[in-house]
C-alpha cells in the first residue's frame, strides 16, 4: 500500500470539517486523493484484502487518467487485471483500460475492441452496458 | 506485510505524497 499511497486515517467523530468537505456519511469510507486534495475515487463499506486491493489499484489507475498520465493509467488497470481479474473492481478497470488506450493512442478501434473483451468478461457488468454505444464505431 | 504507518493529518499527508510523488489514501473510520 505504502509503495503507491501515503496512508491517511480520519476520526469520523472527531474532523467534523473534512467529514462534511468530503460529505462523508458513512463509515469506512476510502477516499484516493492527489497531492492537492482532489479526490479521484471512493469507496465505502469493509471489503475481503482481495477487493480491497482491487479498489486501490483502480483509484491508482483513476488518478492518473485524470491527471492524463494515461501510460500510468494502463499500467494499473493491467495490473489489476491480471493479478485482480474476480474483484468488482475489474470490469470498471477493464472500461477505462480501453479509455486510456484510446486517449493515448487517438484510435477508436481501442474503445471497439475493448467493448469486445467487457462482453465477453463481464457481460452483465454495468461496465460493459457503458461500452455499448462503441458498438457503432466503424471498423 | 508490515502495518502501514497511517498520518492523521491531510496538510502533513499532501505534504508527504508531493515529496515521495504518491497519491494519499484517506480512510474515515469510526469506532463504534
Redesign the interface.
Known sequence: MEKSFVPLQIDFNKNKALVNRFSVKWTPTIIVLDVNGDEHHRFVGFLPPEDFIGQMVLGNGKAEFNLEHFEQAIQCFQELLVRYPKTDAAPEAQYYLGVAKYKASHDPKELKSNLEILQREYPSSEWSKKAQVYALIPG | MAK???????TT??A???K?K??????????L
Do not use: T, V
Not at chain 2, 502501514?4 to 491531510?10: D, G, I, M
Open positions: 502501514p504507518k497511517w498520518e492523521a493529518s491531510l499527508a499532501k508527504k505524497a508531493k515521495e504518491k497519491l494519499i489514501l484517506m480512510d474515515f473510520y469510526n469506532k
